[in-house]
């Protein structure tokens, strides 16, 4: 449900490049009436070692990847408390990986979507296919999948902008795929404004 805050007509986003060691997270505030989502916040994170030293029992007696998950959740409980945003929207992950490794960003996805819960309950957190992400921020008749290009599509397009602080030529792959799933959801409020 699309709601008008005090803020007005500004819809505020978390999107989250999902990832068990490296997580990229983007808020925009996307504009319902201009259709403008201007990047406000965003940051790439990297648990790897730092997790290992941060939480050695949990490494040790459970996984790395608990201990990653440890070290990722309570940024995202930062991140909720800070940008208090009105959803959630996490890349889901790619159905075509190896088993295993569909696990684990499962369990990442999870991890991330409790945080969004524990802050508040009733945030939507929605799980977005990375092609329907990607797809977001191509031009119409124009689907492209590839990284660079996805990269180019954001830059390229005026409705898409930097906020005060941003620089988004020097955004890293993560923090991009995070603006895609943004869009995404920004494009999707927009429609059911409409």
């Known amino acids: 449900?699309?709601?008008?805050?005090?803020?007005?007509?500004?819809?505020?986003?978390?999107?989250?490049?999902n990832g068990t060691n490296t997580v990229g997270f983007v808020v925009i505030d996307h504009n319902l009436r201009t259709g403008i989502s201007?990047?406000?916040?965003?940051?790439?994170?990297?648990a790897d070692r730092s997790a290992y030293l941060r939480f050695p029992g949990i490494s040790a007696h459970r996984s790395k990847l608990h201990a990653r998950l440890a070290t990722i959740k309570p940024w995202i409980a930062d991140l909720m408390e800070e940008h208090d945003p009105d959803i959630v929207g996490c890349e889901s992950p790619f159905a075509h990986l190896g088993i295993n490794t569909y696990a684990t960003l499962l369990k990442s996805m999870d991890?991330?979507?409790?945080?969004?819960?524990?802050?508040?309950?009733?945030?939507?957190?929605v799980k977005i296919p990375p092609g329907k992400a990607k797809k977001a921020v191509c031009p119409p008749g124009d689907y492209k999948n590839d990284k660079e290009s996805i990269r180019q599509f954001i830059l390229k397009d005026e409705r898409i902008v930097a906020g005060s602080g941003i620089v988004l030529d020097r955004l890293d792959e993560h923090c991009i795929d995070g603006i895609a799933v943004a869009r995404c959801l920004a494009l999707d409020a927009a429609r059911a404004f409409a």
């Open 1 to 17: 449900m699309i709601t008008i805050s005090s803020n007005g007509w500004t819809y505020r986003i978390v999107g989250i490049d």
């Open 38 to 46: 201007t990047v406000v916040f965003a940051e790439t994170i990297t």
């Open 111 to 125: 991890a991330i979507e409790d945080e969004v819960y524990d802050y508040r309950s009733t945030t939507d957190f």
